[in-house]
């Protein structure tokens, strides 16, 4: 499935552990862990103002029935961590710009062969510098970006393992709120309303799903309360697409990897519900700038 002008990745592949670096070795066989099985363990962590801990434990990992990339199903340990509550906000990145530690947010979209009419349509929807957007999530920047933000903040981009445990839980859920199906009440996808403004653009858009949500594009980061995990973290399905620090690397063989950077939880230009489970994996080059793509950060 692509995600407007980005590439899904196409690996397959198997990773016991948070943080297991590409090239090391791996087991040839595996016993999936159900996720009736899986148990946290920890629950003590500090973290700090506007984050979420998420207590150490063991999960299943991956999905038996999505994308070639996300098999086979595999137990994963993750170690007690702290998550951003909402993805980071274009206030909160022009802090870092003004402080000297960070570089501008880019104003336009960015990616490998890229038009000229691609390029116009879509940098209309960057966020930086926009006073109306200033509680909206970052986008357009690349992977660098994010990267250097969450550090100059004291943080880092979450592994995928942490992005994934947040997102489902021990207990395994399909989506961060649970299994209902997405709907206009959940996340920012794009719903009737994204729509109407495309074809207002010229454009024949479809949407995830036949409701308003309220908001064409982004949305002011944490505006889904009834998406939120159990746990409290908001908008881990929709608004933006967010960097994780790995890049793609095979389930079944860490040795093989792209050198592409994986981002994780679907955007407002999504029109497929499968994209917006916690288990769906989004590659795209560490260079790529999108009007969906944006940051949250661990620690």
Known sequence: MTRGSGLRGLGVGWVVAMGVACGSSVPSTVSPTPPSTSAATSTSTSCPDGMIAIPAGRFSMGSTDGDDDEKPVHAATVSAFCIDRTEVTVAAYSACVRSGKCAAAGTNVDWPKITDAERKLWSAFCNADRADRQTHPINCVDWTAADTYCRATGKRLPTEH???????????????????????????????????????????????????????ATAPVGSFAAG?????????????????????????????????RVNRGSGWFNDFPPDARTTDRNDDPPTYRNRDLGIRCAR
């Open 162 to 216: 942490e992005w994934e445990y947040a997102a489902r839980g021990a207990e395994g859920r399909r989506y961060p709120w649970g299994d209902a199906t997405p709907g206009a009440k959940l996340l920012n996808a794009c719903g009737n309303e994204c729509v109407a403004m495309g074809k207002g653009l010229g454009e024949s858009w479809s949407p995830m799903y036949e409701a308003d949500d309220g908001f064409p």
């Open 228 to 260: 939120a995990t159990p746990l409290g973290v908001l908008d881990m399905a929709g608004n933006v697409w967010e960097w994780t620090s790995g890049f793609l690397c095979s389930y079944t063989d860490a040795n093989k990897c792209t050198a592409e």
